[in-house]
Structures are given as C-alpha cells and as structure tokens.
C-alpha cells in the first residue's frame, strides 16, 4: 500500500520524540534549568538558520542534476531534511511547555528540589552523587538524572539525613540523604 494512505498514530505529543528521549508523562510539565533551556534553544536556532537551509540548497541543486532516483546527494538530502524538520518540531513543542526552574533560588537550603546535587548513601555505605534535572537535559553519564525518575520521585523534598525508600526491581531500598547543594547565585 501506498505510505501516503497509511495513518500514522497520534497517540503522543511525542512522536517526534528522539529514541532516546522519553515522552513526558501525562500532564507533567517540562522543567529545565536556565542552561539547558539556553542549549536546547540554541540548538532549535542552528537548525533553522544554518543546517537546514544548506540541506535545502544541497537537495535543491541535486534536484536539477535529473533522475532523482539514483541522485545520493538528492536521497540522503531529502533523508537528512526529514531528520532536521523532526528534530525542529520537538523542540518547538518541548520548548513552548518549557518552564524554566532556577535552582540557583534554593542555594544554603538542605531540602531536595528541582536543580539540586544530592549525595546518597545506601544500606551498605556506598555514596553516589546525582543532579536532578528536566527530561530534555539529563545525562546520566555526567551523573544527572531527570525529575521523573525513581531516584528523583524519592529524593524530592526529603532533607539532608533524611532516610527515603528507594523502589528498585529487586525490591525497596532504603538511602539516606547526606548532602544536598544548588549552584550559586
């Protein structure tokens, strides 16, 4: 059948969402952090005002060179036009629900916001560092997690020495709160 009788789901607000990036659950609000907000908005204006429209000129001239059917430069520009218009998409949406939450607000405060670097220990003495951040921003190779995850959801709100329940698949475990900081204003 023809793709263009094929109706795609439209389930999510989503669906142009990178594989790697989780939808946000239903009715959550997308916080980020002023830099990353900054980043992602940057990265929204490069694509627009540099990329794209060098794919378009690229796609353009291929498309004047005849048989589009066996044109690379034509097929892998049209491939990476569709690439850089989804990824557009996302972030206008994302951007457009954005609410930027200024961590800096709760510096010298012991209690786990939005924004905060929290050191944990678990039952067997071991410390972890992590840095709650929003969906779009939170890169768990530099220690940041997103403010929905499992370890986010028990960590909010709770105080430096506060014991917390932590549910994992092998079950709960309990961490202890040791330390909590923000970035200066």
Not at 45 to 70: F, Q, Y
Not at 118 to 127: D, K, S
Not at 142 to 158: D, H, M, N, T
């Amino acid at each position: 059948m023809n793709k263009a009788f094929v109706k795609d789901s439209d389930d999510s607000d989503d669906d142009d969402a990178p594989a790697g990036l989780p939808p946000l659950p239903p009715g959550a609000r997308n916080y980020l952090t002023p830099a990353g907000y900054k980043r992602l908005r940057e990265e929204l204006m490069t694509l627009l005002d540099s990329e794209r429209p060098k794919i378009v000129e690229i796609v353009s001239w291929a498309a004047k060179n005849g048989d589009r059917s066996e044109n690379g430069d034509y097929l892998y520009g049209k491939k990476r036009l569709r690439e850089i218009d989804r990824r557009i998409r996302f972030l206008t949406k994302r951007l457009d629900i954005a609410e930027v939450a200024d961590p800096t607000v709760h510096h010298g405060k012991d209690q786990v916001f939005f924004g905060a670097t929290v050191t944990y220990a678990n039952a067997a003495g071991e410390e972890r560092t992590i840095t709650i951040k929003g969906i779009d921003e939170a890169d768990s190779l530099a220690g940041e997690v997103s403010w929905v995850s499992p370890i986010a959801r028990a960590l909010l709100k709770a105080r430096e020495g506060d014991e917390v329940v932590l549910i994992t698949p092998s079950g709960p475990e309990r961490i202890e709160v040791v330390q909590v900081g923000y970035p200066a204003p």
